[in-house]
């Protein structure tokens, strides 16, 4: 049986950040990020995100309006179902939106499905500043330590090596190669890797 040993001690330890949390998770506070609930002016800066060719790099397509929308009442929806999510990223000294992180269910047909993912889309000018790994660090903190979910995963294309070097700065480690079923046969993104940590899985 393979052993996550990094990802049993986060699972002991909470993480040494600076949160404020009320207790349906609404809102969250690390050092320089408030994740919160979305708002309508949040639309217009995520429909430009999602229709940036760089920041959905690693994505099968780019995001129009209307889908971009359809993302953001999914999210919500969400989190009038069970308390947490997607969090919109928003920078505490100036309040800009920048993009989210959080929490979401794994899909079905990939390793951990049914599960929670801990997964992060930010605006190009916010990259190379921590910001994803400091939010992530606080979405794993409220899934391993005050939710007690024994497990957390996130998964990314193979080729997407910035988002997996995000992963091992959390602690998380390689679990396993698939190949995602929801993309199309001989696509470059179709080889996905999926990381872990918490409480490995009995057959892994």
């Known amino acids: 049986m393979r052993r996550w040993l990094a990802a049993q001690e986060l699972r002991l330890r909470p993480v040494a950040i600076h949160t404020q949390l009320v207790t349906d998770y609404q809102e969250i506070h690390t050092e320089r990020l408030l994740m919160r609930r979305w708002c309508d002016s949040d639309r217009a800066p995520f429909a430009a995100m999602n229709a940036d060719p760089e920041v959905m790099r690693y994505f099968p397509a780019v995001l129009d309006r209307a889908e971009s929308d359809q993302l953001i009442d ?3 929806d969400r989190f009038d179902q069970q308390g947490f999510g997607l969090w919109a990223l928003e920078i505490l000294e100036s309040a800009e939106f920048i993009g989210f992180t959080g929490l979401n269910p794994m899909p079905d047909g990939v390793p951990g499905s049914g599960d929670q993912e801990v997964g992060w889309r930010l605006d190009q000018r916010s990259w190379h500043k921590g910001y994803a790994t ?8 409220v899934g391993l330590n005050r939710l007690g979910l024994p497990v957390i995963w996130s998964m990314t294309a193979v080729i997407n090596t910035p988002s997996q070097a995000v992963m091992q700065r ?5 679990h396993e190669l698939f190949d995602h079923p929801r993309i199309e046969m001989g696509h470059a993104l179709r080889p996905h890797v999926v990381y872990g940590i918490g409480q490995p899985p009995a057959n892994s």
């Open 170 to 174: 959390l602690g998380m480690l390689r």
């Open 134 to 141: 400091e939010a992530a660090r606080a979405a794993l903190d």
């Open 74 to 76: 999914r999210i919500e």
